[in-house]
């Protein structure tokens, strides 16, 4: 006797209830089924659903069902019928989005009891009608026990319903509260996008929430980006970006080679990253929600901030589009499926957050390498969905590249001329101020008409010195927010030094008094064999801790914030007499090549040990990483004194050359700017600072990937003075 796999009514609770324990997410199932149909319009309509009991509504205007289709579609469980009875794509081309049919399902069983009735656009005059009693099936003894038939009828014909299906879930399970209705209404609204270019499928829901929430999220704050990215892969896998200003002018493209080289680590001879996921698009409008920060903007100073943050905090988030519709929870509340906020952490330079951006990704698929959840909440993570992740981040980063650059060469730039303004302007006033008041008793007083020149003279000259020292001051105000940042981590790090110093010491008073005593209780031979060694490391330890305590100290001194003439090659060798301890516990030799006796920088000792610290830093950095070919570590400081080829004086020359393993992964003229750094646990701000400061001293800086030692070298050149009895 040939016997059949039967199923009890409980393997229905696991694809219903415990599928999907929202009721939002079953609904989303139904305005798919819509979609599916070709329908025009979905409406939700919600009576007495806010407590148990209540019933749902979901009506289209699609191509309806036959008896056939009807029967495989919600009485076949687990095995879609869109792709074995109506095909992939429906009558005006739109690829279906429901391959499991088991979502249907979990919709359904929302109440104690549905009905479906739908009328055939391929059958004018038939309607179809099918009831389900979750009720009795849940009550017998297998589900297939409960007979289950499909109605069907001629009618006449109907202009307000002519086809389409209406779905009528009664008794529901449990009532749709406020927090469900807010979900439904956000994912209902953003199911197509708040975008300006949405599709011929809308939907439409009687709740409260859903008519509050759609004004608000109406597509009219788009054109206060401050930049568009558009970003596209092919089916090739490779990239092509563009980043758009607010003027919708482009102002960076970039190439697959720009855009999908790794930037993270060390990316030493790694080839542009070649993507296996499907073709797609990536668009994401970026805004300025602080403007106050740009005050030369005045169209940032017009825009309606508050109303700009109000619909981010509805809409914002980078939401993925699979064949036209939305796909939860990518871009949901709280679903930073990109990862942007993170990376946004650990290099906020330029980046973009889901409080401050909206963006979409559409793929189409044609060929189903992205595969839906069994339970609805996005697709299964394999390497094609990870690599649509990567190509968005891939482009991410790149325009943040750009802004990055774009921005430190506007800084740069208008700090120098700022600067230049400043002094002739402040030259001009002085000239002026003699004139008026001329130093010498025997000149003559202007005459009428002269002093009203002059003093009209004097009048925009003043003005003009205000203006100018106004521009340097909104030229500094990126670099007192940088440095200000700095100077809180300095500061508490000089606390916590004070407090290590003393636990330091401590630790080596009491090894020193342990290591007395055992020697009372031994004789010399069993301590020097048993407790000498470790003893010995454990004092060295605690110096190596004292020296780091002091280390910060040491730079922090109030003294050597003021300015003089200070000594480069005594300067060289005092700064790395302080690392020294740190040095030797890493096994790293400092060779010194100083050549610039008696030449002196005016500047303060602070600002040449910060150059140099930082620069020691990274050469010590540099030995950690895994790809260090060398087993020697050599850091070799250099001065020369040379002579300017386009102007009297001289300069001196600190060069600092490493033996690790060069500079990789990174162009050179990025390792100056802040965050960029190959370290994976970088800061990426020692370059900018070490930038910052030869800017200041009006010298240059210069490195190089590799140099004579094997490994990277930088090469700061500043303004030198020649002490007395010094020799060149």
Same mark, same amino acid.
């Given at each position: 006797m040939d016997h059949r796999l039967r199923f009890a009514p409980e393997i229905l609770v696991r694809l219903g209830e415990e599928l999907v324990p929202h009721p939002d997410l079953g609904i989303m199932e139904l305005v798919r089924n819509a979609y599916d149909a070709d329908a025009g319009v979905c409406r939700i309509e919600l009576k007495n659903? +806010? $407590?148990?009991?209540?019933?749902?509504?979901?009506?289209? $205007?699609?191509?309806?069902?036959?008896a056939d289709q009807l029967a495989a579609g919600f009485l076949l469980i687990g095995k879609s %019928?869109? +792709?074995?009875?109506?095909?992939?794509?429906?009558?005006?081309?739109?690829?279906?989005?429901?391959?499991?049919?088991?979502?249907?399902?979990?919709?359904?069983?929302?109440?104690?009891?549905?009905?479906?009735?739908?009328?055939?656009?391929?059958?004018? %005059?038939?309607?179809? !009608?099918?009831?389900?009693?979750?009720?009795?099936?849940?009550?017998?003894? +297998?589900?297939?026990?409960v007979p289950i038939a499909i109605e069907t009828r001629t009618i006449d014909n109907d202009a307000q319903f002519p086809h389409g299906t209406v779905i009528n879930v009664q008794g529901l399970r449990r009532g749709i509260e406020k927090k469900d209705a807010e979900r439904l209404a956000r994912s209902l609204l953003l199911l197509t996008g708040p975008f300006a270019d949405e599709g011929a499928f809308r939907v439409a829901c009687d709740a409260?929430?859903?008519?509050?929430? +759609?004004?608000?999220?109406?597509?009219?704050?788009? $054109?206060?980006?401050?930049?568009?990215?558009?970003?596209?892969?092919?089916?090739?896998?490779e990239i092509s970006a563009t980043l758009f200003n607010w003027r919708g002018e482009p102002e960076f493209r970039g190439t697959h080679n720009d855009v999908a080289r790794p930037r993270r680590g060390n990316t030493k001879n790694q080839p542009p990253i070649t993507f296996s996921a499907p073709a797609a698009s990536f668009e994401l409008w970026m805004f300025n929600l602080n403007p106050s920060a740009s005050k030369k903007e005045v169209r940032l100073a017009q825009q309606d901030t508050p109303a700009i943050r109000k619909w981010l905090k509805q809409?914002?988030?980078?939401?993925?589009?699979?064949?036209?519709?939305?796909?939860? =929870?990518?871009?949901?509340?709280?679903?930073?499926?990109?990862?942007?906020?993170?990376?946004?952490?650990?290099? =906020?330079?330029?980046?973009?957050?889901t409080d401050t951006s909206i963006g979409r990704i559409r793929v189409t698929d044609p060929y189903d390498v992205l595969r839906p959840k069994t339970d609805r909440s996005g697709f299964v993570e394999t390497l094609e969905f990870h690599d649509l992740q990567v190509f968005a981040q891939?482009?991410?980063?790149?325009?943040?590249?750009?802004?990055?650059?774009? !921005?430190?060469?506007?800084?740069?730039?208008?700090?120098?001329?700022?600067?230049?303004?400043?002094?002739?302007?402040?030259?001009?006033?002085?000239?002026?101020?003699?004139?008026?008041?001329?130093?010498?008793?025997?000149?003559?007083?202007l005459d009428e008409a002269v002093d009203r020149t002059a003093l009209q003279s004097f009048a925009s000259s003043a003005s003009a010195v205000f203006q100018t020292q106004k521009e340097e001051i909104e030229a500094l105000r990126e670099d007192l927010l940088l440095y200000r940042s700095l100077a809180t981590v300095g500061t508490s790090t000089a606390v916590f030094a004070h407090e290590a110093l003393r636990p330091a010491s401590r630790i080596i008073n009491l090894v020193k008094t342990v290591s007395r005593r055992i020697k009372k209780r031994i004789n010399t031979e069993?301590?020097?064999?048993?407790? $000498?060694?470790?003893?010995?490391?454990?004092?060295?330890?605690?110096?190596?801790?004292?020296?780091?305590?002091?280390?910060?100290?040491?730079l922090l001194k109030k003294n050597k914030r003021e300015i003089g003439d200070i000594e480069v090659d005594a300067a060289c060798r005092s700064i790395v007499s302080v690392f020294q301890r740190y040095l030797v516990e890493r096994s790293i030799e400092v060779v010194f090549d100083l050549d610039a006796r008696g030449c002196t920088v005016r500047t303060t000792i602070a600002d040449i040990e910060s150059i140099l610290s930082n620069l020691l830093a990274n050469s010590a950095h540099a030995f950690t990483r895994p790809d260090n070919p060398r087993s020697k570590r050599i850091i070799r400081v250099q001065t020369r004194v040379r002579d300017r080829n386009d102007?009297? %004086?001289?300069?001196?020359?600190?060069?600092?050359?490493?033996?690790?393993p060069g500079i990789q992964g990174l162009p050179l003229s990025a390792i100056w700017l802040p965050?960029?750094?190959?370290?994976?646990?970088?800061?990426?701000?020692?370059?900018?600072?070490?930038r910052d400061i030869v800017a200041d001293l009006k010298g240059s800086q210069e490195a190089r990937a590799h140099a004579e030692l094997g490994g990277a070298r930088i090469m700061v050149t500043l303004p030198a003075r020649q002490a007395e009895g010094g020799e060149p």
């Open positions: 659903a +806010a $407590d148990p009991g209540g019933t749902l509504l979901v009506r289209d $205007d699609g191509d309806g069902m036959t %019928g869109k +792709a074995t009875v109506t095909g992939t794509h429906t009558r005006s081309g739109r690829r279906r989005v429901g391959e499991k049919g088991l979502g249907r399902i979990a919709a359904l069983r929302l109440g104690t009891k549905v009905t479906v009735v739908t009328r055939p656009l391929s059958e004018p %005059g038939q309607e179809h !009608r099918l009831t389900i009693d979750w009720d009795l099936v849940d009550s017998s003894y +297998a589900v297939e026990d409260p929430e859903f008519a509050e929430l +759609a004004t608000l999220i109406k597509p009219h704050l788009f $054109d206060q980006y401050e930049y568009r990215l558009v970003a596209d892969l092919d089916e090739a896998g809409v914002g988030g980078i939401h993925l589009y699979h064949r036209g519709l939305r796909v939860q =929870p990518y871009g949901d509340v709280g679903n930073d499926w990109l990862r942007i906020n993170l990376r946004r952490t650990g290099s =906020p330079e330029k980046r973009p957050s891939c482009a991410m980063d790149w325009a943040a590249d750009q802004r990055l650059d774009q !921005r430190e060469q506007q800084r740069i730039g208008a700090l120098a001329k700022a600067r230049d303004r400043v002094k002739e302007a402040e030259t001009q006033f002085q000239s002026l101020m003699e004139v008026i008041t001329p130093s010498d008793r025997d000149t003559l007083p069993d301590y020097q064999s048993d407790f $000498d060694g470790p003893i010995e490391a454990a004092i060295d330890s605690a110096r190596t801790l004292e020296t780091f305590a002091k280390l910060p100290l040491s102007a009297d %004086g001289r300069d001196v020359v600190i060069c600092v050359d490493d033996s690790g965050g960029k750094t190959t370290l994976d646990n970088g800061t990426g701000l020692g370059l900018t600072i070490v």
